[in-house]
């Protein structure tokens, strides 16, 4: 009996060794991994499409190397030094659904798959692999991910996304975050949308689990509108190592609009970034305060023109590069009551009225044309004199007589 006693607490002994410590293979930021998995019914394959780095991590931290569902996908991510499967994932995805239409008999597609990991803190492989609905392998792809990797995009540490508690128990370490987006909601429904999420919240928590459970949830609203940038300065505008430029040719202008938050370091486009969305393409661009703060340059004023953007529409300017606008032929417009700012909706078209009339002193009428047919309007001022009103007709200074 003390035999078997003592072989026990081994057992147990030698389990708890192997117990795995998140925060000695894991750092609190997020890995998201975006994957394309491509195909037919005969075939299929996956590649990698971006890395990207998430400010913190709200995951599991206990039981990661083992399943908590089975799936008809999986990812095991290993420690490169010691082979050491330190954490695991399942999923299904939408793609191995698709396989079984008559459309993937004859039509091969690519579906675009997002998954999100503990990041790690020393380099690590990760196999992702698909299996058919008989568990036999149908794709398998791993690939090298180190921490360091520059070419790995920070994301998530500015520009969020305007949102509301509508119950808060805790931090997202000890809570699931349950998030209810406004899809379908227009900005005027706004206070339509917080009452449904309301009642969607109560009806949730009415059943168990849930009920018994309500103090491990957060709910959180979030509207789905773009963000506006604030400080907007000429260096972010054109990059200083750009301004050498002394023709008007397109690899020099345009293209290094906005460079720096456009493009990723490996020169592809970044996703992200508002004016690479072609839902936001147009002759006017609104912007937040303080646009084109920083230092003078005249290259930053030329720029948006080569994206055929012909007004910037404001909470205010920095006062040289307004004057810059000006000679470059530009219409630099300001809300004549800042409110008026927040009217503007995602896919709105807008119309600037009374350039026929245009005179200093005199305001000028913005018509916002949403997408529900509906229409709002409001007043804009500017600080054109004669002289500058004749650069505008004219397309710029230098074509003014």
Request: hydrophobic residues 35%.
């Amino acid at each position: 009996m003390k035999q078997f006693c003592c072989t026990l607490l081994f057992f147990l002994a030698t389990l708890t060794s192997y117990a795995q410590n998140f925060a000695d293979f894991f750092q609190d930021k997020t890995l998201r991994v975006d994957y394309i998995f491509t195909g037919d019914a005969n075939r299929q394959a996956i590649y990698l499409d971006e890395l990207s780095q998430l400010p913190s991590w709200a995951g599991r931290q206990h039981h990661l190397s083992e399943l908590p569902l089975a799936g008809n996908g999986q990812i095991i991510v290993k420690d490169v030094a010691t082979g050491q499967c330190i954490y695991k994932t399942s999923f299904s995805s939408l793609f191995q659904e698709w396989l079984s239409t008559d459309e993937a008999r004859t039509t091969a597609k690519g579906f675009e798959n997002t998954f999100l990991l503990p990041f790690p803190k020393k380099t690590v492989e990760v196999e992702i692999t698909l299996y058919s609905p008989r568990k036999d392998v149908m794709a398998n792809f791993k690939h090298i991910v180190s921490p360091e990797d520059i070419l790995i995009h920070k994301r998530g540490t500015s520009h969020v996304t305007p949102h509301r508690y509508m119950l808060q128990s805790g931090s997202e370490k000890d809570c699931i975050d349950v998030a209810i987006l406004a899809e379908g909601y227009t900005e005027k429904e706004m206070d339509v949308f917080y009452q449904d999420a309301q009642r969607t919240c109560e009806s949730l928590f009415s059943h168990e689990p849930f009920r018994s459970m309500k103090q491990k949830f957060n709910i959180i609203t979030s509207t789905c509108v773009p963000l506006p940038l604030e400080n907007v300065d000429t260096d972010q505008i054109i990059p200083a190592r750009f301004l050498k430029a002394t023709t008007r040719e397109e690899k020099f202008f345009g293209d290094n609009l906005f460079r720096d938050w456009r493009y990723n370091p490996d020169g592809s486009l970044n996703k992200d970034f508002v004016l690479n969305n072609p839902t936001y393409g147009g002759q006017i661009l609104v912007a937040g305060k303080n646009f084109g703060s920083g230092s003078s340059r005249e290259h930053a004023a030329m720029e948006p023109r080569f994206l055929n953007v012909r007004v910037i529409l404001a909470k205010s300017f920095a006062r040289i590069h307004e004057t810059n606008l000006k000679k470059q032929g530009m219409l630099a417009l300001t809300f004549t009551d800042k409110a008026d700012y927040d009217k503007i909706r995602e896919r709105d078209l807008i119309s600037v009225m009374g350039l026929k009339d245009f005179a200093p002193g005199r305001t000028l009428k913005v018509v916002l044309h949403h997408e529900d047919g509906s229409k709002e309007s409001f007043e804009v001022q500017h600080t054109y004199n004669e002289q500058q009103i004749a650069w505008f007709r004219a397309g710029s200074a230098l074509n003014a007589r």
